[in-house]
């Protein structure tokens, strides 16, 4: 690969994860925080390929154009992979992991270090996916029973075809993302399709399975209705990070 | 899998044979060519290609890969900068004084040195290659390559958080992660022999100003160490997507092949070092000992690491070092953890 292409390798990868920074597409593949690093290395990446291209052009202009062109100046065909995510980024953009990794992935439910009592005003309390499963488990339901609780996750049905609600924590990209899971009982809709995001209405039930694939504990929601939502802006969740 | 192994092999070749035959079959002035039609040819196949990769499992994988590329990238670009920066702008006499004149004595004040250095493990390889550019003994620049990864702050401040109960386990990850690093670095002065860190030929921008040799620099290490990221990322997204997570729960029975199957993992998933610590919480069925191996191995020795390692320095500099690091990271992480966990 010779300067000149890898001047346009460079721009085109700055300009992806300026492209992917400035949209929420990096929410797909890393956590939000990486934003500011993400958009300060495309900027540096497009600075590079406009050195690269202006000294290339000044060179050209000084030298001889073939003077000593040809050997030391290019680098390993190893570099041409680099366009291999630039492809994947600009023309593919693959959506965040879904049902499958899901499936294939044990529960990472996690004790917290406490439960603090839950607002009490209000009909229906909305709760985050993995807060409602570790409450479930870990604190028995006790903040749980009697309350009307609404949650926001994506499908994903097991071999049996049992739906679960489920919702990817990440701490840093999505190479580490692991399921949250928690059962649908109740007042299912008939036909749910994997990966379609839910909002589901329902009451703590203190009926428990054991995810198959870690014997992780999953705890159920008794649902009394559910409503297809938008996907949300951030389709992980983050807050492991805080 | 074909892919990933021939890949670094291959490009590894290429280096250590010199700039010779670097262009292979197709002369210099093409390549702005093949990548306009290769651009060209993605576009216009992108409805097939699509398709292709609309199964599931396709998809997971892509979504990882890209993942691991955009997540490394910038600890790539941050450690490319401070890597050219060294390389143009702080003298050799700096690392001379800044560094005690015995190696021996110079190894552990690299390692600890690795501290300062925020960021995961893709920061750390360009940044080791300058420094043996710039004449620090290769024994400290590997203690460094080895340490900066897993004991700066962030990490150990991402591993506290991530073991809110088993605050030891940050001292453990310290402790266990410098003394390798130190020993790695003892066991080169002992054993290691110049030839076998070979580093590619680079063009040298002598007497051509400082603006031509910092972007220059910049230009080749992310062009190079990139591409070998790209590898890195394609084996670890290959391995996510295709080993099946049940075979662990069978491995943590055992307290030896919990330990090995851990520090395998390690290897294997190539996690970024901000990263790792939240992964071996989730570990829960290991026992702290097996997941202090993981957090010990993964920042040192990984296989987006040896790709990249094996483009920096050589491949066969990496096809010895990784091993050596890979036995010392486990017995240490176990002696450490017999003492500390």
């Known amino acids: 690969m010779n300067r000149q292409a890898q001047s346009a390798v460079l721009f085109l990868l700055g300009a992806a994860l300026l492209h992917a920074g400035l949209t929420d597409l990096y929410l797909r593949y890393v956590k939000a925080g990486l934003r500011p690093m993400l958009l300060a290395s495309g900027a540096v990446l497009i600075a590079a390929a406009l050195a690269t291209a202006w000294y290339e052009w000044r060179r050209g202009r000084v030298d001889h154009p073939d003077d000593d062109h040809g050997h030391a100046h290019r680098e390993p065909r190893v570099s041409w992979l680099l366009v291999l995510p630039l492809f994947a980024l600009i023309l593919v953009a693959p959506p965040a992991l879904g049902s499958y990794s899901a499936m294939h992935t044990g529960t990472a439910l996690q004790q917290s270090y406490g439960y603090p009592a839950l607002p009490a005003a209000g009909r229906t309390l909305r709760l985050s996916l993995a807060d409602y499963a570790s409450r479930a488990v870990y604190d028995h339901g006790r903040s749980l029973r009697g309350r009307q609780i609404r949650i926001t996750g994506f499908v994903a049905l097991d071999r049996s075809g049992a739906p679960y609600l489920v919702r990817m924590a990440l701490n840093c990209c999505a190479a580490d993302a692991q399921p949250v899971k928690i059962g649908l009982t109740g007042r299912i809709p008939p036909v749910l399709q994997p990966d379609t995001w839910l909002e589901v209405t329902g009451t703590y039930t203190p009926r428990q399975t054991k995810d198959p694939v870690n014997h992780g504990p999953i705890p159920f929601l008794k649902v009394t209705r559910a409503a297809p939502v938008h996907a949300p802006h951030d389709p992980y969740d983050e807050t492991w990070n805080t | ?341």
């Open chain 2, 1 to 341: 899998m074909a892919i990933t192994k021939s890949a670094p092999s291959r490009a590894a070749h290429t280096d250590a044979s010199g700039d010779g035959d670097e262009g292979g079959p197709q002369p210099d002035s093409k390549s702005p060519l093949v990548l306009t039609l290769l651009l060209v040819m993605a576009v216009l196949l992108q409805g097939p290609v699509r398709r292709a990769l609309g199964a599931p499992v396709m998809q997971s994988w892509m979504t990882v890969f890209v993942a691991v590329v955009v997540q490394a990238l910038p600890f790539l670009v941050l450690g490319v900068l401070l890597s050219a920066a060294i390389a143009v702008f702080v003298p050799p006499s700096f690392f001379a004084r800044a560094l005690p004149g015995r190696p021996a004595l110079a190894v552990p004040v690299a390692s600890a040195a690795g501290a300062v250095l925020p960021g995961c493990e893709c920061a750390s390889v360009p940044v080791a290659g300058a420094l043996v550019r710039r004449g620090v003994t290769p024994a400290a620049a590997l203690a460094f390559l080895l340490s900066a990864p897993a004991i700066n702050p962030i990490v150990l401040t991402a591993t506290a958080v991530a073991f809110p109960r088993n605050p030891e386990m940050v001292l453990a990850r310290l402790v266990a992660s410098l003394l390798v690093a130190c020993a790695m670095g003892w066991l080169w002065l002992r054993l290691g022999r110049a030839d076998w860190l070979r580093p590619p030929a680079r063009t040298s921008y002598e007497g051509q100003g400082k603006g031509v040799a910092f972007w220059g620099s910049v230009r080749h290490d992310v062009m190079h160490a990139g591409g070998f990221l790209v590898v890195g990322a394609m084996a670890a997204a290959t391995l996510k997507a295709v080993v099946p997570s049940g075979w662990l729960r069978t491995a943590a029975d055992n307290p030896a092949v919990s330990v090995l199957a851990l520090a395998i993992l390690a290897v294997l998933l190539s996690i970024c070092s901000e990263a790792d610590a939240f992964v071996a919480a989730s570990l829960s069925q290991f026992s702290l000992t097996a997941r202090l191996t993981f957090l010990v191995v993964g920042p040192m020795i990984d296989l987006k690491l040896f790709a990249m390692q094996a483009g920096t320095f050589g491949r066969g500099f990496a096809l010895r070092f990784a091993p050596a690091t890979f036995a010392l990271a486990v017995g240490v992480s176990v002696l450490t953890g017999a003492v500390l966990l």
